[in-house]
Structures are given as structure tokens and as C-alpha cells.
């Protein structure tokens, strides 16, 4: 992958797992980040903090006005921020629903909304949106949180589809489980995180947790201005769970 010394890119939920390694990995990589989230996190040193709630449209404008200052071109946009839901969907509330929806698929439509300006000035634009693995396959205790990534699945194609006449490449990536503070923290709440954890690395063909770094590498790979005739792909980091059924040893 080419270095991206020279390029601004902004990451939604950089403070930690998925979106902090994509800000390191940027980082190393010469670009100069920007972190939009709840908090800093762990970005320190790493990027740019903005506060933001993608899930307010005040705050997102806010957020962007508090880029512009700094920058007048973006070149990557790294749609990340997201919420979690476990349950079925007779489990779901409406509070739940609303509050799911409007973070992972109207969050990522808000934030992309004000990006396009800076975005259109650049000569080598990207978005890359996080989705996940339950778009393609359906997980037990995910009714909200699948309905909610296979929108946006659907918003990236979408996206990919308005945007690929003005130069705009927009993909996404499906990690399967990571290793991430979510993930750690549904472990925490089972009767037994340690048999909890060997369940879910056993149901991956690869027999581990995705790892942070490895979608970071994902996402950087579509972002990367080398891949100009990428748009419009969904790349599955996952271990194979998408895509292959083996046989037990």
C-alpha cells in the first residue's frame, strides 16, 4: 500500500478498537487524522480529537465546522462510530430501535453529509464504512444490531452508486467478531466469559477473534489512493466465517 503522507482523514469512534487502530495505522502511515468521537480515548498522540455524537446532527455540524477551520480538503473518511444491541427481536424496544438506527445508519448518512464538501476537493476521495459480518449471515441475539448493518451495507452500495461520477469511492468492511472493548464487555457480562470467549473464536473457521489491527489493514487498503477502480465492495474480514463451512477435526 502506497504511504499517505500528505493526505487528511477523518475517523468516526477513533478512541479505541476498531477506529483507534485505523487512526494509528493512517497515522503511521503519514496522514494527518482526525478523531471524531464521545471522547478522546486513546487517540492521544495518535490523532486529532473532535468531540462528537454522531448521533446528533448538531453536534456532527459542529464537529465539521471545528474541521473546516483547520483543513479545507479531506481525503479519506472513515465512518466507524457504531452501537451495540444484543437480543432478539421480540427483545427489541422502541427506544432500543431508534436509538441503533439513528447512531450506526443515520450517524453514518450525517456524517458523510458533511464531509461531501471537503470531500469533493480532493483529488483522491474515499469513505470506507464499518459494517459487520451479521449484513451477510444471521447471529442468534443480534435482531437490532443486524438490522442495523445490513442498512448499511445497503447505504454503502448506495453511496458508491450517487458518488462514483464525482470521484468519490466509497466501500465498506464486514469484521467478523473482534477483539474489541465491546466484545470485551459482553464476554464480562456472561455466567462464564472464559467458556463465552472459546464459543464465539470456535464459531470462526480461522479459530480466533478478528483483530483490530487486521480491519484497520482492511480499511486502509480501500482507502488507499492506489485503488482508484475500487468502489462499491464489501470486503469480509472474518476469518472465513462468511464464506466457508468446514469440516469439523
Given amino acids: 500500500m502506497s504511504e499517505l503522507v500528505g493526505l487528511t482523514a477523518v475517523i468516526t469512534g477513533a478512541g479505541s478498537g476498531i477506529g483507534l487502530a485505523t487512526a494509528r495505522n493512517f497515522a503511521a502511515a503519514g496522514a494527518s487524522v482526525f478523531g471524531l468521537d464521545l471522547s478522546a ?7 486529532d480529537w473532535i468531540p462528537c455524537d454522531v448521533g446528533s446532527t448538531e453536534s456532527v455540524e459542529a464537529a465539521f465546522a471545528t474541521l473546516r477551520e483547520r ?7 472513515v465512518n466507524n462510530a457504531g452501537i451495540g444491541a444484543v437480543g ?8 432500543e430501535w431508534q436509538r441503533v438506527l439513528n447512531v ?8 458523510t453529509k458533511a464531509a461531501l464538501p471537503l470531500l469533493r476537493a480532493s483529488r483522491s476521495a474515499a469513505v470506507v464504512n464499518t459494517g459487520s459480518i451479521v449484513a451477510a449471515i444471521g447471529l442468534p441475539q443480534r435482531a437490532v444490531y443486524a438490522a442495523s ?5 445497503a447505504l454503502t452500495l448506495a453511496m458508491a452508486a450517487d458518488l462514483v461520477h464525482e470521484g468519490i469511492r466509497v466501500n465498506g468492511v464486514n469484521p467478523g467478531t473482534a477483539d474489541t472493548p465491546w466484545v470485551s464487555r459482553l464476554l464480562d457480562l456472561a455466567a462464564d466469559p472464559e467458556a463465552e470467549r472459546a464459543a464465539l473464536e470456535h464459531r470462526q ?10 480491519v484497520a489493514r482492511s480499511i486502509r487498503f480501500l482507502a488507499d489512493p492506489d485503488q482508484g477502480a475500487t468502489t462499491g465492495t464489501i470486503l469480509a ?13
Avoid: Y
Avoid at 71 to 77: F, G, Q, Y
Avoid at 205 to 214: A, I, N, Q, S
Avoid at 237 to 249: H, P, S
Fill in 149 to 153: 448493518k445490513g442498512a448499511v451495507q
Fill in 104 to 111: 450506526n445508519v443515520v450517524g453514518m448518512a450525517r456524517v
Fill in 71 to 77: 483543513v479545507s480538503v479531506l481525503d479519506i473518511l
Fill in 205 to 214: 473457521p480461522g479459530g480466533r477473534l478478528v483483530t483490530p489491527d487486521e
Fill in 237 to 249: 474480514v472474518d476469518g472465513g466465517m462468511t464464506g466457508l463451512r468446514v469440516r469439523e477435526k
Fill in 41 to 47: 480515548g486513546a487517540m492521544e498522540g495518535i490523532a
Fill in 88 to 95: 432478539t427481536v421480540e427483545d427489541g424496544t422502541d427506544d
